[in-house]
């Protein structure tokens, strides 16, 4: 079994900055793809940013330039650095690995979600 655990939501004031992680324990053997995405209340849940293995990031047009994501492959964490935050960027913030997974002396390919974190900016 693998689990992700998140940190780094909250309030912010509009312009401001956080940072969230997104760590991954258990039984892996590798890790593919990193990301985040977000829910809006009323709203479908979308991509936010994604990291390939080699580090070669992908962003939704809403964020360009003022997020950053990154990856630590040594503690299997993936980070987002939010600058210039604005009040649409409110939203829950999940991550999502793509993973292989070591069962029984198998190994599977999985995808799991984090359980969220809030982000809310004020303006």
């Known amino acids: 079994q693998v689990q992700l655990v998140e940190s780094g939501g909250g309030l912010v004031q509009a312009g401001g900055s956080l940072r969230l992680s997104c760590a991954a324990s258990g039984s892996i053997f590798s890790i593919n793809a990193m990301g985040w995405y977000r829910q809006a209340r009323g709203k479908q849940r979308e991509l936010v940013a994604t990291?390939?293995?080699?580090?070669?990031?992908n962003y939704a047009d809403s964020v360009k330039g003022r997020f950053t994501i990154s990856r630590d492959n040594a503690k299997n964490t993936v980070y987002l650095q939010m600058n210039s935050l604005k009040p649409e960027d409110t939203a829950i913030y999940y991550c999502?690995?793509?993973?292989?997974?070591?069962?029984?002396?198998?190994?599977?390919?999985?995808?799991?979600w984090g359980q969220g974190t809030q982000v809310t900016v004020s303006s």
């Open positions: 999502n690995v793509d993973l292989v997974e070591r069962q029984n002396s198998r190994r599977y390919y999985r995808n799991y």
């Open positions: 990291i390939t293995s080699g580090g070669s990031p």
